[in-house]
């Protein structure tokens, strides 16, 4: 049920260059100001580098809750990372999960990062999407897909905070991002991107982030109708030479 696809109409000028990662301020709103640091920076290979997972994926905790069936993780080639999100919301208050309107695709854009100096670009390239499918799913058509929602320039996905209309599937949602040190590390505070047209709700408030020192490198979904879950593995990142990344992500 994953399909990959460019959509280069959403990412016209989306590549961007942050004049300097030390003095990078981050347009997200920071949360509770809080600081998840993962220690100090040395500095950055000469010439420029490539943000890559380093060592094992751990799991980074689950939105939504029990039903669907698993879908096959949504997880970048190697030498890519989760640069953007959009999210199929459905157009229906679903009666039975809370009477609000729910998540039901998720469309991952993949992209490189690289750092050089103080520099980060962001080069976009295919999306991976899952959607909601199956018997008696009339409710949940139609759909009306988000605009791409990225993290502020020089920051990575380390989380989402959501709304649960019962006990599982989810609306309401909110990037956590973290920014990104000269060679690749976390560090500053947690920033918070609401993602326009996922939906409104207040039953309960949920989140799932990545452990310290880690940022979102793959999404499983469970899927139905709807997206009724979304568990994240994440890892920690480095900044390695072009050529030195792997063959592939295994997640």
């Known amino acids: 049920m994953v399909g990959a696809s460019v959509d280069a109409m959403r990412w016209s000028g989306l590549s961007v260059v942050v004049a300097s990662a030390c003095a990078f301020e981050p347009s997200g709103q920071a949360a509770d100001g809080?600081?998840?640091?993962?220690?100090?920076?040395?500095?950055?290979p000469a010439g420029g580098c490539l943000v890559v997972a380093a060592g094992t994926p751990v799991a980074g905790g689950l939105i939504g809750g029990p039903g669907g069936t698993t879908r096959a993780a949504?997880?970048?080639?190697a030498g890519e990372l989760p640069v953007?999100?959009?999210f199929d919301r459905t157009d229906n208050q679903i009666a039975n999960h809370g009477d609000v309107q729910l998540v039901a695709g998720v469309r991952v854009r993949c992209g490189t990062l690289t750092l050089d100096g103080g520099d980060?670009?962001?080069?976009?390239?295919?999306?991976?999407?899952?959607?909601?499918?199956?018997?008696?799913?009339?409710?949940?058509q139609p759909v009306t897909t988000t605009a791409e929602v990225a993290c502020p320039a020089g920051s990575v996905l380390i989380g989402f905070a959501v709304n649960r209309p019962d006990d599982s599937l989810f609306n309401q949602v909110v990037l956590q991002c973290q920014g990104l040190g000269p060679t690749g590390l976390l560090a500053g505070a947690t920033l918070l991107v609401p993602v326009a047209g996922t939906g409104t709700g207040s039953r309960e408030a949920q989140a799932a982030t990545c452990p310290q020192g880690t940022s979102v490198v793959a999404l499983t979904p469970q899927a139905g109708c709807g997206i009724d879950a979304l568990s994240l593995t994440c890892a920690a990142l480095s900044c390695a030479p072009p050529q030195a990344h792997g063959a592939g992500n295994d997640y």
Not at 34 to 44: E, K, Q, Y
Not at 74 to 77: I, S, T, V, Y
């Open 34 to 44: 809080g600081l998840r640091d993962a220690g100090a920076d040395a500095p950055a």
């Open 84 to 86: 953007a999100l959009a």
């Open 74 to 77: 949504l997880a970048c080639p």
């Open 120 to 140: 980060v670009t962001v080069v976009p390239a295919d999306e991976l999407v899952v959607r909601g499918d199956g018997p008696n799913c009339g409710p949940y």
